[in-house]
Nanobody
Framework: QVHVVEFGGGLVQAGGSLRLSCTASGTIFRLNTMAWYHRAPGETHKLVASITSDGITDYVDSVKGRFIISRDNAKNTMYMQMNSLRPEDTGVYYC??????????????????WGKGTLVNVSS
């Protein structure tokens, strides 16, 4: 069984910083790309940043230069350092992990697992 859990949300003033983390645990054969999605109030999920198992990163334009995504493969954990936060960054941040469970190794392209989300609230 596989679990994906996020940590690190909270309330912060505009201009402040937060660090989110996401850990995938369980019987995992291979952990592929991991990503953060943002769901602002009243909107749908939007991709914010992603990182491959080789450490290649990609960001949506609105967070470039402010957010930094990283991962520790030994710990199956991804991080996102969020700096210069803005009120529009408010919302729930979800972790997505594409991985191959040991029990489902036939899925060579990996399966997507989601965490339950962590709330970030940026006050103006």
């Amino acid at each position: 069984q596989v679990h994906v859990v996020e940590f690190g949300g909270g309330l912060v003033q505009a201009g402040g910083s937060l660090r989110l983390s996401c850990t995938a645990s369980g019987t995992i054969f291979r952990l592929n790309t991991m990503a953060w999605y943002h769901r602002a109030p009243g909107e749908t999920h939007k991709l914010v940043a992603s990182i491959t198992s080789d450490g290649i990163t990609d960001y949506v334009d609105s967070v470039k230069g402010r957010f930094i995504i990283s991962r520790d493969n030994a710990k199956n954990t991804m991080y996102m350092q969020m700096n210069s936060l803005r009120p529009e960054d408010t919302g729930v941040y979800y972790c997505n992990a594409n991985l191959i469970p040991i029990a489902q190794m036939e899925y060579t392209g990996g399966l997507d697992y989601w965490g339950k989300g962590t709330l970030v609230n940026v006050s103006s």
